[in-house]
Structure formats: C-alpha cells, structure tokens
T-cell receptor, first 117, second 110 residues
C-alpha cells in the first residue's frame, strides 16, 4: 500500500528558530497538502499545492510559512520564525487527479509533531 | 469558504451498540464526503467516503448517508467493538479543497 512519509516524527525547537518539515508524497500523486492539528483540536487546512505553485491557502498560512517541492519526490513546509502557538501536529497529504466527480481522495502521512519552547 | 459542523464531540457506547456521528456542511459545491479515523499518535486514515451522486454507502459495519438537499451526512457504525475507539472526522470536499469537522471522540466500552 503506497503511503505518505513524513520526517521528522517529532521536532523540538526554540521560539524564533526556523523549522523545515519534510514529506514524501505518494509517487504518482499531483496534489499536495499541509494540515495542522493543535493538540485535542480539529485538523485545520494550511495549504494546497499543485503544478509547482500554491493553489489555495488558509488564513493560518501567513508570511512565516512557505512550501516547496525542491525535487521530484519531496514536499516541504518551512516555518520561518516559530512561535509557541505553532506547536502542533503537522500532517502532509497527497492526492491524484480527481475521479469522475472531480474530487480528490487524500492520503495522509503519520504527522510531524512540532514542539516550540 | 466551506464550514463543516460535526456532532457530537464525544460519544460513549457499549460494545455491540451502534454509534452515529452527524455532520453538516455549508458549501453546496462540495461533492465528496470522506470520513477519517484517527488513532492516538497517527494521521487520519480514510475509512469510508461517499460522493454526491450517491445517497448511501455501506462497507461491513460502517455506513454513510448523504442528504444533499439538507447538506447533512452521517456515519453509522454498527456492532461497535473496542477497537473502534478513536477520533472520527468528517470532511467535505470541493475538488481539491477539503475541510474537516471538529471531530468526535468515540469510546466503546467493553
């Protein structure tokens, strides 16, 4: 079963430091996503990425966040200057082009836990 | 944008009973409704989904219903087992834009 792989599984960082979370999507998928889940809360959409550019982003995805697909396999989320409130699980997901109805089925990674001290 | 409401936030049932989780959505353009199960420390895993051209779908003990007119969809788990205990999220999707409900923590007591 193809899967989405995320690294690191857990990262602890000091406030103000830069963090890069890495994801390897399923190889034939074309859409990539980042979601965030603060402990005990709902899974929140951050950004979607297609054809080497952001296709949609939420109000959470401000200027401190950026995404990149540096090569043919990785998809990264960078948080430029971390804040305490960035502590959360970050989930990467990928999907292939939509089926008949046009909707994509997302496959999620296991998540990267970010702790900002 | 899409707004998905999910109820209840917590649900406790006895093993063997049924569990029902309900969601509503706001964007009439949403046409795909997946349900995810999230176990502790893991990412959401797709358990069942339904598309807007279908009213009901069943997979063993799990079923999902969709009422597009009312913008309601529900997850039904029958004959619950302790391993069904997890957080369940509904979602509504408009092409590649997926928004989650707030989640339901289901506890199945043996």
């Amino acid at each position: 079963e193809p899967e989405v792989t995320q690294t690191p599984s857990h990262q602890v960082t000091q406030m103000g430091q830069e963090v890069i979370l890495r994801c390897v999507p399923i190889s034939n998928h074309l859409y990539f996503y980042w979601y965030r889940q603060i402990l005990g809360q709902k899974v929140e959409f951050l950004v979607s990425f297609y054809n080497n550019e952001i296709s949609e982003k939420s109000e959470i995805f401000d200027d401190q966040f950026s995404v990149e697909r540096p090569d043919g396999s990785n998809f990264t989320l960078k948080i430029r200057s971390t804040k305490l409130e960035d502590s959360a699980m970050y989930f990467c997901a990928s999907s292939s082009p939509g089926q008949l109805s046009g909707a994509n089925v997302l496959t999620f990674g296991a998540g990267s836990r970010l702790t900002v001290l | 944008g899409e707004n998905v409401e999910q109820h209840p936030s917590t649900l406790s049932v006895q093993e063997g009973d049924s569990a029902v989780i309900k969601c509503t959505y706001s964007d009439s353009a949403s046409n795909y409704f997946p349900w995810y199960k999230q176990e502790l420390g893991k990412g959401p895993q797709l358990i069942i989904d339904i598309r807007s051209n279908v009213g009901e779908k069943k997979d063993q003990r799990i079923a999902v219903t969709l009422n597009k007119t009312a913008k309601h969809f529900s997850l039904h788990i029958t004959e619950t087992q302790p391993e069904d205990s997890a957080v369940y999220f509904c979602a509504a999707v408009n092409y590649n834009d997926m928004r989650f409900g707030a989640g339901t923590r289901l506890t199945v007591k043996p």
